[in-house]
């Protein structure tokens, strides 16, 4: 089963796994997915404003529903 990376960065923000957020920003082919967790996770770790870690968090879950919203489906070839 192939899970996108989209569920998988949702799962792993939602439950607070950022090791995993880390190995999914450096292998996904989707550059403005790892730019979000890289701000995010930098955020997170260095930045004292917490208004700025909340921030981006919620751009990264903003970015995570619509590109989830907007997958192209997979046509069948019969």
């Known amino acids: 089963m192939d899970i996108p990376d989209y569920d ?16 999914l920003m450096v292998r996904t082919k989707d550059d403005l997915l790892s730019k ?11 930045s004292i404003d917490e208004r700025k870690i909340m921030n981006s968090h919620d751009n990264l879950l903003y970015y995570l529903d619509h590109a989830m919203k907007h997958e192209p489906s997979i046509a069948m070839e019969l």
């Open 8 to 23: 998988k960065a949702l799962y792993y923000t939602l439950w607070g796994q950022w090791d995993d957020l880390l190995v």
């Open 36 to 46: 979000k967790i890289q701000r995010f996770l930098h955020a997170y770790h260095y």
